[in-house]
């Protein structure tokens, strides 16, 4: 009777050991990848993903290029991109994406960081730096009140030939993309043949501006304003200021830099709140000196307040509505 009692006891024991619930189960690691586009330099923005990664243990592979032709891109390729986050130095690229229904939308704790003025209404994309035009101009030669008080007054007679500007700048394309869509289109047409009347220096980007500036091969520039502050961390005694033109309502046209999503992976979400972070955000006010968006993290402290920066009241998807013909009206000037 024992021998019969002890066998079914013993097999229980032998299946509770044998049983392979009874090993604790291996954790596969299953690398984690977020895939973008990213129209931002690799030097402003490449830092950042970095620390994104040693953060997160998250790969980011980056594509980058010019933002114009990531959209483009984008557009082409449709559902079928590998991209999973658009990174983009203007917002009339982002709106012209979003427009063609590519962007998932953004959950309300990454929307929730930043003013409305620089996200999308339908939650599509958000800023996550600000990026001000500004004329930056040669303190050896020129003086605050020798300069244009708006953007109209570039084209006057007294400028010719003394300015730079960078026609195939998107920065450039988008402030005038601005003035078309705050101001019509024969108000840009008038702006840009006057412009181009005045003979100005064309100059690739906005970096060779401020170093023609310094240089004094011209007396000013129109810029986006950290260029300056790029050029003054590697020589502070460079004789170069910014200046925001007060008048006019697209004078002092505030881009942003943003970004939107093509997936809702965790992982390219987690991204997303990564920009939106206070350290990222820190990270744009100090290393790249540009306008962080998000409440509570400080600009660089020789920049005004970008509350107090007049801004044209417009709809960012009209602007990247309007790009196209603005590109058409820039080359029809003679700019290019």
Request: glycine share 8%.
């Amino acid at each position: 009777m024992k021998t019969l009692r002890w066998i079914p006891a013993l097999a229980i024991l032998c299946l509770t050991a044998c049983s392979p619930a009874a090993t604790p189960p291996v954790e596969e690691e299953v690398e984690q990848n977020v895939t973008v586009y990213s129209g931002r330099n690799e030097s402003l923005i490449g830092p950042l993903l970095a620390r994104f990664k040693e953060q997160t243990g998250i790969t980011v592979d980056v594509r980058y290029g010019d933002t114009a032709e990531l959209a483009a891109t984008l557009l082409e390729e449709g559902a079928a991109t590998p991209a999973q986050v658009f990174i983009s130095q203007d917002a009339g690229a982002l709106g012209a994406v979003a427009a063609q229904g590519l962007f998932k939308t953004l959950p309300a704790d990454v929307t929730g960081r930043v003013p409305a003025r620089f996200q999308d209404p339908q939650g599509r994309w958000v800023g996550v730096s600000g990026r001000a035009r500004v004329v930056v101009y040669n303190t050896a030669s020129t003086t605050p009140e020798e300069l244009p008080q708006s953007l109209a007054a570039v084209g006057e007679e007294r400028f010719a030939g003394k300015f730079g500007v960078a026609p195939l700048n998107g920065s450039f394309q988008a402030h005038m993309a601005v003035v078309k869509v705050a101001e019509g289109d024969e108000a840009l047409e008038a702006l840009l043949a006057a412009i181009a009347g005045n003979d100005p220096q064309r100059y690739p980007k906005n970096s060779a501006i401020v170093e023609a500036v310094i240089r004094g091969e011209v007396d000013w520039g129109l810029t986006n304003h950290y260029y300056l502050w790029r050029a003054l961390s590697e020589n502070p005694e460079a004789p170069a200021k910014n200046y925001f033109m007060p008048e006019g309502a697209a004078s002092s046209f505030v881009n942003l830099a943003g970004a939107g999503v093509l997936s809702e992976d965790e992982a390219t979400l987690e991204l997303v709140r990564f920009l939106v972070s206070d350290e990222a955000q820190s990270y744009f006010a100090d290393e790249t000196f540009e306008y962080p968006l998000v409440a509570g993290v400080a600009a660089s402290t020789d920049l005004p307040p970008l509350d107090g920066v007049e801004v044209p009241d417009v709809d960012f998807a009209q602007v990247a509505d309007a790009l196209p013909a603005t590109l058409e009206a820039i080359r029809a000037s003679g700019l290019e």
